[in-house]
């Protein structure tokens, strides 16, 4: 039986010694510890239970606003109904003649009666090359056609294949046993090269993609979750906005990890003002800086970098992992890459380079999940989100309409809000972290086009997590690589209305119909230009 929860007493504020507030902080301390504890225990027994937490209003309204957007094939709304077959292309038609028609009726044409299905056999061909023997001696036979050529399987059942596996998320035992219930001669072996060798098309498209994508950007979000490899714990970052999305795999996550990965192509390692600005910023030794400043240079290889390291005397790991980090954003400002452009996160420390706005959801859920004491902890808390929420509110007011009145009407609030000093002292406490995160969340005053959450890289990241959760981790460099390369194209068709089967079976045909992803990211962001 479930013991019910001790309710403390209602203490009026006048009573609240500095020792009873003292007191009642360390009740509320050991109360979220407890919670804390109660939760890793169901985790550990593979229980599903969760504290009621009541859902944040700001997270409603994004989830509204991620509704509105289209998707191919789908209405956004029941109102605009429209009649199924309108769009649909008609393969073939089959007359039904009618019975038993009375003697004197009068033809008045045909009624439609649409049906909508799928062929789902196999579609062997055999082409027979023809072979001329000519007076030499030597033959010269037909070329293979190109959409078939160095295979023996059909660009329709390769394609089928790569969309069932990266898309829907079939796993190959499954996709075996259906394949041979089809009729269709193939081992494991051949079904696991077919989706992870010979994809180069695809590896070369997405590395574009990266590139292209800070080229024509104005901000930049990101996320990473987890990503077994070989038995091993990893990582996937996620780097996009809504013009493209770029994964990629490593073995650890930090910020050297994350500006090796926004280099995109490049390799180098550079100490230039950038680079060194960044240095003293963080509090590298005077001398070291000096030293690093006279010698300056471009590094082409990791190897490199490290070797003039060692040369220096430079071998504690905190001076290494500053220089490190400061000869990578030297990369990056030598590059092109804008020192002004914005990078929104979670507020995870390694994406906290260059100009960073935070996740406004992120922020309020801080608060959301405080553990009231008694009644008038919970209406303090209530209140304080109250005002979070329209600040929120005026934020996207100002994004829709930037004016300097509202501007300075929105930080005053801010200031307001996080100076509130409530009986609740978590909840203080809270304010004051917010506080220190003014300037990342208030940087959408001075970036109007910035969203005000990270929503859309968390949405993007999901598809990672789900695939990981159906197949567990990866176990072959090439088979992970080929994770990273095929959820990059997904998401990014999606986000261009292109239709992933379409892509798939134009790319495996070799009919490339369809442009270059880095293209299509051009050409949308000229168009919002």
């Not at 990890?257 to 509090?283: I, K």
């Not at 949405?459 to 990672?464: A, H, L, Q, T």
């Amino acid at each position: 039986m479930t013991t019910p929860p001790l309710k403390l007493p209602e203490i009026p504020a006048a009573e609240q010694s500095p020792l009873v507030q003292q007191l009642l902080q360390i009740i509320l301390q050991q109360q979220e510890e407890i919670q804390t504890l109660k939760e890793e225990i169901q985790r550990l027994k593979g229980l599903k239970g969760k504290p009621k937490i009541e859902p944040s209003r700001l997270e409603a309204e994004a989830s509204q606003e991620e509704s509105l957007e289209d998707k191919a094939g789908q209405r956004t709304s029941k109102r605009k109904k429209r009649k199924k077959t309108a769009q649909l292309t008609i393969h073939h038609d089959e007359v039904v003649k009618a019975e038993a028609v009375p003697e004197g009726a009068v033809f008045k044409g045909y009624q439609d009666y649409v049906v909508q299905d799928l062929l789902i056999r196999p579609d062997n061909t055999r082409y027979r090359l023809e072979q001329w023997q000519v007076p030499d001696g030597s033959y010269v036979i037909a070329a293979v056609p190109e959409a078939v050529r160095g295979r023996h399987y059909g660009p329709t059942l390769i394609s089928y294949l790569l969309h069932q596996y990266h898309h829907q998320h079939v796993t190959q035992p499954l996709l075996l046993e259906q394949l041979w219930e089809l009729g269709i001669e193939i081992s494991a072996g051949q079904l696991s090269r077919l989706l992870i060798e010979g994809q180069e098309i695809f590896h070369d498209e997405k590395a574009e993609l990266l590139g292209v994508g800070i080229e024509t950007a104005r901000y930049l979000q990101t996320d990473d979750t987890g990503a077994r490899h070989q038995g091993q714990n990893g990582y996937c970052t996620s780097i996009g906005n809504e013009l493209f999305a770029w994964f990629a795999s490593t073995q650890r996550k930090s910020r050297i990890n994350f500006l090796e990965l926004r280099r995109a192509t490049h390799q180098d390692y550079v100490v230039n003002g950038g680079a060194l600005e960044y240095m003293a910023r963080q509090g590298l030794p005077k001398a070291k800086l000096a030293v690093l400043e006279l010698q300056g240079g471009s590094f082409a290889t990791k190897a490199q970098w490290q070797a003039h390291l060692k040369s220096l005397g430079m071998t504690g790991p905190r001076h290494v992992q500053i220089a490190t980090e400061g000869a990578l954003m030297g990369s990056l400002l030598a590059h092109g890459f804008a020192v002004d452009m914005a990078i929104m996160s979670d507020d995870a420390g390694q994406f906290n380079v260059f100009e960073h706005a935070l996740c406004w959801i992120h922020a309020e859920r801080g608060i959301n999940r405080l553990i009231p004491l008694n009644d008038p902890h919970r209406q303090a808390q209530s209140w304080i989100r109250r005002q979070i929420w329209n600040v929120y509110a005026d934020l996207k007011a100002y994004q829709a309409a930037p004016h300097e009145t509202l501007k300075v009407r929105i930080r005053a609030d801010f200031e307001a809000l996080c100076a509130t000093h409530t009986t609740f002292a978590t909840l203080n406490q809270a304010l004051k972290r917010l506080h220190r995160s003014k300037a990342e969340l208030l940087l959408v005053l001075d970036k109007p086009w910035l969203p005000l959450h990270n929503n859309l890289s968390e949405r993007d990241i999901r598809e990672y997590v789900k695939k990981r959760k159906i197949s567990g981790s990866t176990r072959s460099e090439l088979g992970r690589q080929c994770r990273d390369t095929f959820t990059s194209l997904k998401k990014t068709c999606r986000k261009h209305g292109i239709s992933f089967w379409d892509y798939l079976k134009d790319r495996v045909s070799r009919v490339n119909a369809i442009l270059p992803l880095p293209d299509v990211i051009r050409r949308a962001a000229q168009a919002k230009a």
